[in-house]
């Protein structure tokens, strides 16, 4: 079965459980907009960032190009065929990896925790912040909505 591999770049802080429901959340939501679309036999597999950083073995800087970049071993396909954020702000490293994957053809999304996912088309800086300092902007150049917690 064809499969569909979507990075999901949560935030550090986030807890494990609200990591879990996010994946399955988006897992869902991606399936559901592909059977919507007539592509039908794909399965959706989400990977956490905190998974992916934990099975990695590589640094900062080489992680987040192997997020972005990075091929399945052994073939020409992608790790991760799109990115997915649930958040409106980023911070250092998932703007980073953005902006490579935006750079190298990759359709990116925002999540916005219900039932929609917009196309990104950019991670702004915004402030000097390593941690949210980096706005969304999605396609149509308008800001994804930010709520301070």
């Given at each position: ?5 979507v990075f999901y770049a ?140």
């Amino acid at each position: 079965m064809p499969e569909l591999r979507v990075f999901y770049a949560h935030g550090k802080a986030v807890g494990d459980d609200e990591i879990d429901r996010g994946k399955a959340a988006v897992a869902a939501l991606v399936a559901a907009r592909l059977a919507r679309k007539g592509v039908v036999g794909f399965h959706v597999e989400v990977v956490s960032g905190l998974d992916d950083w934990h099975r990695s073995g590589v640094g900062w800087d080489g992680w987040t190009r192997r997020v972005a970049l990075s091929t399945k071993p052994g073939t020409p396909e992608p790790l991760y065929h799109t990115i997915v954020s649930p958040d409106a702000r980023v911070g250092r490293a998932t703007a980073g990896i953005l902006a490579m994957a935006l750079r190298a053809g990759k359709r990116c999304f925002w999540w916005d925790g219900a039932d929609g996912l917009f196309l990104v088309a950019e991670a702004r800086k915004v402030s000097t912040s390593w941690q949210g300092g980096h706005a969304l902007i999605l396609a149509g150049g308008l800001a994804a909505p930010h709520v301070d917690s």
